[in-house]
C-alpha cells in the first residue's frame, strides 16, 4: 500500500467520523424539553461524546458540520427548528457557545489522557463558558436583565448537564475504547 493510499484511507475514516458524529448531534440536538425561552437540549451532551471521542479539531469541526445544516434550515436544532433565524433568536448565543465549549473540552480531554477528573474539569469550563454567551445574548436579544437571563438560561439547567457531563465522562471512554479496538478511531 502506498503512503497516498494510506493517507486517503485516513482521511476519508476522519471525514466519516465526523459525519457520523454530526449526525448524532442532528439526532440529539432536536430533542428538546421546553421550559421557558431557553429548552433543554441534548446538544451538549452530544458535543461532549463527539470531542471526547474524536479529539479537539475533529470533535469541533463535527459541531461546526452540524451547525450549518440547522443553519441552512434543516430542523436540527432544539424542538425541531432550524435556520439563521434560530442563531438570530434568543438561544443563538449557547449555539456559537458549543463551538468555545467544544474547543476547552478537548483541550482538557486530550491533554488529560481522558483523565476522569480532568474531563470533568473540562467540560465544566467548557459548559461555563457556553452559558456565559448564551447569557449575554438572551440578555440582550431577549430585552433581560443579567440576573433574569441566568434564572432562565443557567440555573435551571445546571443539575442536567451536570448529569450529562457524569454520562459523558462514564461512558465516551468506553465508546472511544471501542471504537480504537475496532480500527475505526485513534487509541485513546
Not at 36 to 53: D, E, H, M, Q, R
Request: glycine content about 12%.
Amino acid at each position: 500500500m502506498t503512503e497516498n493510499s494510506t493517507a486517503s484511507k485516513t482521511n476519508v475514516r476522519e471525514l466519516a467520523l465526523i459525519a457520523v458524529m454530526a449526525a448524532v448531534t442532528c439526532v440529539l440536538g432536536p430533542l428538546s424539553i421546553p421550559i421557558g425561552v431557553v429548552p433543554i437540549s441534548l446538544t451538549n451532551l452530544a458535543v461532549y461524546f463527539a470531542v471526547y471521542i474524536l479529539g479537539t479539531k475533529r470533535g469541533t469541526l463535527s459541531y461546526l458540520v452540524y451547525l450549518l445544516i440547522g443553519l441552512v434550515g434543516l430542523p436540527v436544532f432544539s424542538s425541531f427548528t432550524g435556520g439563521v433565524g434560530k442563531l438570530l433568536g434568543p438561544t443563538g448565543g449557547y449555539l456559537i457557545g458549543f463551538i468555545f465549549m467544544a474547543l476547552i473540552c478537548g483541550v482538557f480531554f486530550d491533554r488529560s489522557h481522558h483523565n476522569i477528573v480532568f474531563s470533568l474539569i473540562g467540560m465544566i469550563l467548557g459548559t461555563a463558558v457556553c452559558y456565559a454567551f448564551g447569557t449575554a445574548w438572551l440578555a440582550y436579544e431577549a430585552g433581560m436583565s443579567m440576573g433574569a437571563a441566568l434564572a432562565a438560561g443557567v440555573i435551571p439547567f445546571l443539575p442536567g448537564d451536570f448529569a450529562k457531563m457524569i454520562v459523558a465522562a462514564v461512558v465516551a471512554p468506553q465508546i472511544r475504547r471501542r471504537l480504537a479496538k475496532a480500527g475505526i478511531c485513534p487509541e485513546a
